[in-house]
């Protein structure tokens, strides 16, 4: 069933689980992720980011992954991810999306609150949800420790930052990467429980994809209600392939069953693992 963020978020939030956002960028990859949510019994995230949109345009994503939602027996929200635009945004809500994250994170606060509050005020009105990011999420590269705490949200500016916006969600930093790692993640998980405790919002983790269980599961533990992946997808529908063309396969339907299989058991492993048990 095709729900917002909002909807999906403050259950997790209560119970303390997290629910998986997987940005998919064609049919299979959706496919498999809502195969392994109606499995586990579990609500789920279909995303894309707007730096996606080269590799599948925004209007052909809703087209198939709003219908998709609106069959699944589970709840799944249709999310745009990372927008950098105002009017991107208004264009996925009028296609379908249910939510949205309005990325204003590299302008000062006082300019990232001013432009998202303007978002949240339009979204409420299209019953549609809006997470925003605070602090930065840098991409996977060796950076120092220094230069890593310089991304981290803080609780006092994250309390602040809700009180101006009315957002939904956050996003924050506390030490994950976009991309595949090139060093070993130091999560801050107690700057994680000062910020929910702060912010009495769900919380979102960006830079899952190659963190350990152990991350995953204190991280929720602290208050993170909605983990993003993209990259460990990517690589299992990839694998699936070469799998498949190894086992001397050379046509789609063949091919195209192996992705969707090696994506639905990667998925599944992190729904289950996120939801805790439940």
Sequence with gaps: ?????KEILEPAREQHYAVGHFNTL?????RAVIRAAEEAGAPVILGIEERQLDICPIDEFAA???AMA???????????DRGRTFEKCIEAMKLGFTSVNYDCSELSMEENAEKVA???RVAHAYGASVEAELGHVPEAINLSEEEKKDYHTTPDQAKRYVEMTGVD????????????????????????RAISEATQLPLTLHGGSGLSENHFRKAIDNGISKINIFTDLNIAGGQGAIFAINSGFNQMPEIIQYEVYSMKVQALEKIRLFRNGK
């Design 1 to 5: 069933m095709l729900v917002n963020l």
């Design 26 to 30: 064609n049919v299979e990859m959706a």
């Design 64 to 66: 198939f992954s709003v």
């Design 70 to 80: 609106k069959k699944a027996r589970v709840d799944v929200a249709v999310h745009f």
């Design 118 to 120: 303007e978002l949240v």
């Design 169 to 192: 969600a956050l996003a924050i930093a506390v030490g994950t990467a976009q991309g595949q790692y090139t060093f070993t993640p130091k999560v801050d998980f107690d700057r994680i």
